[in-house]
């Protein structure tokens, strides 16, 4: 499971480390002006991370170099979950409070808005979750794909019942 994991990472390091730099932008942006929406540039942020990379991974045949590992099913979900769910949460909004911090610091005079940069980073959590389990669902049979069966949904959600990726 952290071989997936490292793997996932070390193939989009260019790709997370680009949505990082955004974060702290957005981060900075949020706290200059914590009267505007932000909800549609959070989802954009939140979904690279997570749901689009998974599914750029997916749709390359990813999962018939997987399969073959001495890996469950559950295991292989678990792992795509971990990258691509609760560390890019954490990453994101560690990034939103430093970029808030950094804006913060040099402009004494405004207010620290914890309370927006809370709800971006919950935002940015459940967008990385609706997005994980839509992508494992929607991967089921795709077009292209040979006939080679994707992981059901239940895989998504890590259940002990799924037993094999095929």
């Given at each position: 499971?952290?071989?997936?994991m490292?793997?996932?990472?070390?193939r989009?390091?260019?790709?997370?480390?680009?949505?990082?730099?955004?974060e702290?932008?957005?981060?900075?942006f949020i706290?200059?002006?914590?009267?505007?929406?932000?909800e549609?540039?959070?989802?954009?942020?939140?979904?690279?991370?997570?749901?689009?990379?998974?599914?750029?991974?997916?749709r390359?045949?990813?999962?018939?170099?997987i399969a073959?590992?001495?890996?469950?099913?559950?295991?292989?979900?678990?792992?795509?979950?971990?990258?691509?769910?609760?560390?890019?949460?954490?990453?994101?909004?560690?990034?939103?409070?430093?970029?808030?911090?950094?804006?913060?610091?040099?402009?004494?005079?405004?207010?620290f808005?914890?309370?927006?940069?809370?709800?971006?980073?919950?935002?940015?959590?459940?967008w990385?979750?609706?997005?994980?389990?839509?992508?494992?669902?929607?991967?089921?049979?795709?077009?292209?794909?040979?006939?080679?069966?994707?992981?059901?949904?239940?895989?998504?959600?890590?259940?002990?019942?799924?037993?094999?990726?095929?």
């Amino acid at each position: 499971m952290k071989r997936v994991m490292l793997d996932y990472f070390r193939r989009w390091w260019w790709v997370l480390a680009l949505v990082g730099v955004f974060e702290f932008r957005f981060g900075r942006f949020i706290a200059d002006r914590p009267e505007d929406n932000f909800e549609f540039w959070g989802m954009m942020l939140a979904m690279w991370p997570g749901a689009i990379l998974l599914s750029y991974d997916l749709r390359r045949g990813v999962v018939r170099a997987i399969a073959p590992l001495p890996l469950t099913a559950r295991q292989i979900g678990r792992g795509w979950w971990i990258a691509t769910v609760p560390f890019p949460a954490i990453a994101l909004a560690v990034l939103l409070f430093a970029g808030a911090g950094t804006f913060s610091y040099v402009h004494p005079t405004k207010v620290f808005p914890a309370g927006r940069l809370a709800w971006a980073s919950i935002y940015n959590l459940m967008w990385l979750g609706t997005g994980f389990i839509a992508i494992f669902g929607a991967m089921r049979r795709s077009p292209g794909t040979r006939g080679i069966p994707r992981p059901p949904l239940s895989l998504a959600c890590c259940r002990p019942s799924c037993s094999s990726l095929a």
